[in-house]
């Protein structure tokens, strides 16, 4: 069975390491802040102006002017800093970003990622994207495997209008945990359930499956 959002978040949430400083992009990637492991700190970064961004509020907690990048309401952690967006773009260029999560469009075996614009839709512009596939030192993508229609969004070459270059290193779908590496993707777990066989039909993109494939645990 495909996993849900919060599981795709809880997976990819196992990947930060204790000291991190985390930009997390809109839409799956925030979930990521409410299944940071207990037994690490990190400091979880939002390019509006925040560091030290904590899980979503409960009804107590809620301050409608403490917002992420998505204009959802947030919650900061103890030693949160809040500045201008000029300082925190300064920050996610100058390199201090040691991981971003983001959800794309598309994914290719080149590790290219097409994450802000569909042809013909309106849109409001690329936000951040561009910067943090640029300055962060390590991207994962989160995302489904395949559209609404079922075509794959990891590709042989992406389609779309490129975000960024030979920047992602590992993408956690609904299906997998996959590595980009060599000009292709590289299957590293299944979600439980999920058979290798559905991960194959829906990667568009030359696929690496190895001998033994582990499943995710949770």
């Not at 990819?12 to 400083?21: C, L, M, P, Q, T």
């Not at 609404?148 to 609904?174: A, F, R, Y």
Request: hydrophobic share 45%; aromatic share 6%; glycine share 10%.
């Amino acid at each position: 069975m495909a996993l849900t959002r919060d599981q795709i978040a809880m997976r990819v949430a196992s990947e930060f390491k204790d000291g991190d400083y985390i930009n997390l992009g809109i839409g799956i990637p925030t979930l990521a802040a409410s299944y940071v492991p207990e037994d690490i700190a990190v400091m979880l970064q939002s390019e509006n102006g925040l560091l030290g961004m904590g899980p979503y509020p409960t009804e107590e907690q809620l301050d409608a002017d403490m917002i992420n990048a998505g204009k959802e309401t947030v919650t900061a952690v103890t030693g949160a800093s809040i500045f201008s967006s000029a300082e925190s773009f300064a920050m996610i260029r100058g390199g201090h970003v040691d991981f971003t999560v983001l959800g794309a469009f598309e994914v290719d075996t080149q590790g290219n990622i097409a994450s802000w614009m569909i042809p013909g839709k309106l849109i409001k512009g690329m936000g951040g994207a561009m910067d943090l596939v640029a300055g962060a030192k390590n991207i994962i993508v989160t995302m489904t495997h395949a559209d609404k229609h079922g075509n794959s969004k990891l590709l042989e070459k992406c389609t779309l209008p490129l975000t960024g270059v030979n920047c992602i290193n590992k993408i956690i779908t609904d299906l997998a945990v996959i590595e980009v590496k060599d000009g292709a993707f590289h299957l590293v777990e299944i979600a439980p359930d999920v058979s290798i066989d559905e991960v194959k039909q829906k990667t568009a993109g030359k696929l690496i499956v190895p001998e033994n494939v582990p499943t995710m645990q949770f």
